[in-house]
């Protein structure tokens, strides 16, 4: 019976095709790996403001947050809605597709924050070694 393509494991399959450079799955990872995208689609939980963003995701700057909402939309994962408000006001939202990571991010962070520690440990062990 063929595995659903989104339970693929990627280490089982065939490394000719995961890896080469045109597998379509390289530009969606980039997208969704990067750590500012990760952390503005978690703010997204409701339609939000470019500002209240920015002011939750301690340390980015606008450029970088702007291109990041921007490749998000692209990539089908944000809508950006203009809001008829004087001065004009633009929020963002989650799409479907970006909702349908909620549960893989959820997972993600919970690792992140039950290895944390080990991972830490390890980055002490090897600084020492150098």
């Known amino acids: 019976m063929p595995?659903?393509?989104h339970h693929v494991d990627p280490f089982a399959a065939?490394?000719?095709f995961v890896f080469a450079p045109d597998c379509?799955?390289?530009p969606v990872l980039d997208q969704i790996a990067d750590k500012w995208s990760m952390m503005a689609m978690a703010?997204?939980?409701r339609p939000t403001r470019f500002n209240e963003i920015k002011r939750r995701l301690d340390g980015v700057?606008?450029?970088v947050?702007?291109?990041t909402l921007r490749r998000l939309e692209r990539n089908g994962m944000v809508r950006r809605t203009v809001l008829p408000t004087s001065p004009v006001g633009v929020e963002y939202s989650l799409t479907p597709l970006g909702e349908s990571l909620r549960e893989p991010f959820l997972h993600l962070y919970a690792w992140t924050v039950e290895h944390s520690a080990q991972v830490r440990t390890s980055?002490?062990?090897f600084d020492a070694r150098r």
Do not use: I
């Open 24 to 26: 379509p799955s390289r």
């Open 3 to 5: 595995t659903p393509a």
């Open 14 to 16: 065939d490394p000719e």
């Open 123 to 125: 980055q002490a062990e």
């Open 61 to 63: 700057t606008q450029r």
């Open 65 to 67: 947050l702007t291109q």
């Open 43 to 45: 703010v997204l939980v």
